[in-house]
C-alpha cells in the first residue's frame, strides 16, 4: 500500500470533497485526487462515490478506513514519543488560543516568555475554532470551554465568567426609556446561534432587538465600546476598557471554565512543558488581578 496517500484517503473520508481535503493537507485538488486514484489502483477496489452531496465511501472504503485510522493514530504516537525525547529548553512549540484572549491576555505572558526563553520559538495560530489535540494540530491549546472531551492533559485554571457588558455612555442614554422587558435596547448579534437566543432569553431583556450578525467577538467587543448596544464578554474587559459597564440587573454566565491543554505524550518535551505552565500562571495571576 502507498503510504503516503493515506493521509489523503482520510482527508477525503472526513471532508467529502477533494477541494476540501486539499485544504486541509495544504496540498491541490489535482495532487489529492492523484492519490486517491493511485490508491485504488493498487487496492484494484473503489473506494469513494460520487454523488450530489459530494464524494462518499463505498463498501470497500468503509472496510479501509478503521484501519486507516488506526494507522494514522500510530504515526502520531510515535512522532509524539521522538518529541518527547527532547528535553532541552530550545524549538518550536506551537500554541492554539482564540484572538480576544491572545490579543489582550497571552501577548504580555508571551513577551515575557520569549525574553526568558530565547531558543523557544512559539507558532501561534489565532482561531475561535479547536484545533485537534488528538490528531496534532496544536502542542498547546488555551480554551474556554463547557467540558473538555479530547484526549487531552493540562490545567483547569478557572471559571469563565461571562457578563453582559454595554458602554456606559450606551446606558445613560437607552436604559432609563427602556421597556420592563428590554424594549428599546439594542444587542449585538451573532447571526443564526441559538445559543445566544437562549442567553438573552436567560436576562432581564429578552424584548430588546437583536441587531447585526457579527461572528467575531473581537468586533462584538469593540462595537460594544463604541455604544452599538449590549453583548456577552469576559468579565476581564472591564479592567482593561474601563468605559464599558455591566449592564445592571443582569447575571453572571460561569458554565466555562478556562484551560491549558497539552498531549498526553509532550508532557516529557520541556518546552512545551515550561509554556503551558508559565500561560496558566500568567493567565492565574491576570484573573487574580482583576
Not at 488555551?142 to 483547569?156: F, I, N, P, S
Amino acid at each position: 500500500m502507498d503510504w503516503k496517500a493515506l493521509p489523503a484517503f482520510l482527508a477525503v473520508a472526513r471532508d467529502g470533497s477533494l477541494r476540501a481535503a486539499a485544504e486541509r493537507l495544504g496540498g491541490t485538488h489535482a495532487t489529492v485526487r492523484r492519490q486517491i486514484e493511485g490508491l485504488e489502483a493498487q487496492l484494484d477496489t473503489q473506494l469513494f462515490r460520487r454523488t450530489t452531496g459530494g464524494l462518499t465511501l463505498t463498501a470497500a472504503g468503509r472496510r479501509l478506513l478503521p484501519r486507516a485510522e488506526e494507522a494514522e493514530a500510530a504515526l502520531l504516537r510515535g512522532r509524539a514519543a521522538v518529541q518527547g525525547l527532547d528535553r532541552e529548553a530550545a524549538g518550536r512549540v506551537r500554541l492554539s488560543a482564540d484572538p480576544m484572549t491572545a490579543h489582550h491576555l497571552l501577548a504580555p505572558a508571551l513577551a515575557e516568555f520569549a525574553g526568558l526563553y530565547p531558543e523557544i520559538d512559539v507558532e501561534l495560530r489565532l482561531d475561535y475554532a479547536l484545533d485537534s489535540i488528538p490528531a496534532g494540530e496544536t502542542d498547546v491549546s488555551v480554551r474556554h470551554v463547557l467540558a473538555v472531551d479530547e484526549d487531552a492533559v493540562g490545567r483547569k485554571l478557572f471559571a469563565l465568567e461571562l457578563g453582559v457588558f454595554a458602554s456606559r455612555a450606551y446606558l445613560d442614554r437607552h436604559l432609563p426609556a427602556a421597556g420592563p422587558h428590554g424594549e428599546g435596547l439594542s444587542w449585538i448579534g451573532y447571526g443564526d446561534a441559538p445559543e445566544l437566543r437562549r442567553m438573552i432569553d436567560a436576562t432581564p431583556f429578552p424584548a430588546a432587538r437583536v441587531r447585526h450578525a457579527v461572528p467575531d467577538p473581537g468586533m462584538h467587543l469593540h462595537l460594544a465600546r463604541a455604544g452599538a448596544g449590549m453583548t456577552f464578554l469576559a468579565t476581564w474587559v472591564q479592567r482593561a476598557f474601563p468605559e464599558l459597564q455591566r449592564v445592571p440587573g443582569t447575571a453572571l454566565d460561569r458554565r466555562r471554565s478556562t484551560w491549558v491543554l497539552l498531549h498526553g505524550e509532550l508532557r516529557r518535551v520541556r518546552r512545551v512543558r515550561l509554556l503551558a505552565d508559565f500561560l496558566a500562571d500568567a493567565l492565574v495571576a491576570a484573573r487574580d488581578a482583576g
